[in-house]
């Protein structure tokens, strides 16, 4: 089966790189699979679990948002943050994600907090705390 190359790294090292079957993404346009020999493009990605294929398996990669090069020979993902299953503490991000949705509600009640909720970063934390629970194997409700 053909392959390409899949290198994603993060601002302070290389996450992973592996010949792939296919990449499948989250980008900020939509949803998109990348195969060997795809077209050449661009994207921004959202915070998300990457799904990487190879030869019948399925792993799953946490990236918190970033943007995609790629090339009929190579995908390159310069993620603003990205962690392989191992690396997860899943009860940090499941604490992570308990207080951004708490946050995100408390907001949207219109409940004082101190200090004043923002609501696009609390809803930043959630989309990547559900990516990094996401990736570990978690069902999220």
Avoid at 41 to 51: C, D, E, K, N, Q
Avoid at 113 to 138: V, Y
């Amino acid at each position: 089966m053909a392959t390409i190359k899949l290198e994603i790294v993060s601002p302070d090292k290389v996450v992973y790189t592996a010949d792939i079957n296919m990449l499948i993404v989250r980008s900020t346009a939509g949803e998109l699979g990348i195969l060997p020999k795809h077209a050449p493009m661009v994207t921004g990605l959202i915070p998300h679990a990457m799904r990487v294929k190879i030869d019948g398996t399925e792993s799953l990669i946490a990236v918190a948002g970033g943007f995609m090069e790629v090339q009929p020979e190579k995908i390159t993902v310069l993620a603003s943050a990205a962690e392989l299953p191992v690396e997860i503490d899943v009860l940090r991000a499941q604490k992570a994600y308990d207080r951004a949705r708490e946050r995100l509600e408390a907001f949207k009640s219109g409940r004082q907090t101190d200090p004043p909720i923002d609501n696009k970063r609390a809803e930043i934390a959630l989309q990547r705390a559900m990516a990094r629970l996401r990736a570990c194997g978690k069902s999220i409700e």
